[in-house]
T-cell receptor, first 114, second 112 residues
Framework: DTGVSQDPRHKITKRGQNVTFRCDPI?????LYWYRQTLGQGPEFLTY????????KSRLLSDRFSAERPKGSFSTLEIQRTEQGDSAMYLC????????????FGEGSRLTVL | AQSVTQLGSHVSVSEGALVLLRCNYS??????LFWYVQYPNQGLQLLLK??????LVKGINGFEAEFKKSETSFHLTKPSAHMSDAAEYFC??????????FGQGTELSVKP
């Protein structure tokens, strides 16, 4: 298994544009998480899925953010009408429902909003 | 609610010196605790974890951490620092729902 993969690794966009990030989790993991990380800070939880169900969303996730996991496999995170404050690293992680709950992270998608 | 506090946003040590990175947690239930490392422009990699049982846990790259319930601490140590240990380190606690809550991170610098 190749681990968690994220695409694109880097995205530069202009304010007001929409962007979409994709995450492919480890194949046998049924939980998938999105985090946001800004410079010098720890990852902040955004949302998570168990299979295709979105079970929790952070208050950080404004109406401009939407996440989906339509078939319980890959997930997308879309940001509409991007703002400069959205510039961050967006991290995806997956885990198994059973076990000790450690999260396996992808390498992240870095967003720069000009 | 669970939370994590990492004391010291930057720690600098000399190569060969002891590394000590501090983490205190708050949890209303017996905690599952984790340390992750992050190299520049990369994701997070698990160093070690505490779930139940032995309170001294060993991880990769010579790191270890000790769970002290009375002090609500889970400090990370390594007897002898190596240049390759320079990175950002994050302590995390697992919530009942399964997500991890991370601390602010500690940047470790290693001087030759």
């Amino acid at each position: 298994d190749t681990g968690v993969s994220q695409d694109p690794r880097h995205k530069i966009t202009k304010r007001g544009q929409n962007v979409t990030f994709r995450c492919d989790p480890i194949s046998e993991h049924n939980r998938l998480y999105w985090y946001r990380q800004t410079l010098g800070q720890g990852p902040e939880f955004l949302t998570y899925f168990q299979n295709e169900a979105q079970l929790e969303k952070s208050r950080l996730l404004s109406d401009r953010f939407s996440a989906e996991r339509p078939k319980g496999s890959f997930s997308t995170l879309e940001i509409q009408r991007t703002e400069q404050g959205d510039s961050a690293m967006y991290l995806c992680a997956s885990s198994s429902e059973v076990g000790t709950g450690e999260l396996f992270f992808g390498e992240g998608s870095r967003l720069t909003v000009l | 609610a669970q939370s994590v506090t990492q004391l010291g946003s930057h720690v600098s040590v000399s190569e060969g010196a002891l590394v000590l990175l501090r983490c205190n947690y708050s949890s209303s239930v017996p905690p599952y605790l984790f340390w992750y490392v992050q190299y520049p422009n990369q994701g997070l990699q698990l160093l070690l974890k505490y779930t139940t049982g032995a309170t001294l846990v060993k991880g990769i790259n010579g790191f270890e951490a000790e769970f002290k319930k009375s002090e609500t601490s889970f400090h990370l140590t390594k007897p002898s620092a190596h240049m390759s240990d320079a990175a950002e380190y994050f302590c995390a606690v697992r919530t009942q729902g399964g997500k991890l809550i991370f601390g602010q991170g500690t940047e470790l610098s290693v001087k030759p």
